[in-house]
């Protein structure tokens, strides 16, 4: 069955410092893999996902995550982390049959000043 | 988020009432679905249509029933629910329901339902 898992509910990052959300899955074939952000009271926003090719995928507002097939990990990451990445991420994983996509329980993350 | 609207943004309810919750979406896309996004549980898909086809329907009960009228519009009626049904209903669409391309589906801003 295809699963998504984030082991972290919170992650706690210092302003200006690198910010990893971590994101492991379980799919037969080929994984098609997302990240969605969600402010407060709004809905989720697209970030980056990773379908083929170079493992390295670079999304918006300076996010980026690698795929990492032996690991099956996703991981999300930022180099520097600004206050206002503060919210709640969710990692997905794209189901064949009938366009599902399945999500993770989501990661608080919390970036102080 | 202008891409997928969701009307009424904030909706109370009595168990008894009948309301219903409306997506549009801007994008030209031919896929939409409905989540339920409540706290500490990650979303749960409750419907999908493609081309105005429901697809799925993840076991949801029948007080939820949706409605699409063609591939820009969305409805979910309520009626008869229960307080444990509050939470964010999120509407979403792609440009089609994948056929093993990872279609990114966009969501909208949500309808944060309480029900008394």
């Known amino acids: 069955a295809q699963s998504v898992a984030q082991p972290e509910d919170q992650v706690n990052v210092a302003e200006g410092n690198p910010l990893t959300v971590k994101c492991t899955y379980s799919?037969?074939?080929?994984?098609?893999l997302f990240w969605y952000v969600q402010y407060p009271n709004r809905g989720l926003q697209f970030l980056l996902k990773?379908?083929?090719?170079?493992?390295l995928v670079k999304g918006s507002y300076g996010f980026e995550a690698e795929f990492n097939k032996s690991q099956t990990s996703f991981h999300l990451k930022k180099p520097s982390a600004l206050v206002s990445d503060s919210a709640l991420y969710f990692c997905a994983v794209f189901y064949n049959q009938g366009g599902k996509l399945i999500f993770g329980q989501g990661t608080e993350l919390s970036v102080k000043p | 988020e202008t891409g997928v609207t969701q009307t009424p943004r904030h909706l109370v309810m009595g168990m008894t009432n009948k309301k219903s919750l409306k997506c549009e979406q801007h994008?030209?896309?031919?896929?939409m679905y409905w989540y339920k996004q409540s706290a500490k549980k990650p979303l749960e898909l409750m419907f999908v249509y493609n081309f105005k086809e429901q697809t799925e329907n993840n076991s949801v009960p029948s007080r939820f029933s949706p409605e699409c009228p063609n591939s820009s519009h969305l409805f979910l009626h309520l009626h008869t629910l229960q307080p444990e049904d509050s939470a964010l209903y999120l509407c979403a669409s792609s440009q089609d329901t994948g056929g093993g391309a990872g279609e990114t589906q966009y969501f909208g801003p949500g309808t944060r339902l309480l029900v008394l």
């Open positions: 990773y379908i083929t090719g170079d493992n």
């Open positions: 994008l030209g896309h031919n896929a």
């Open positions: 799919v037969s074939g080929n994984p098609y």
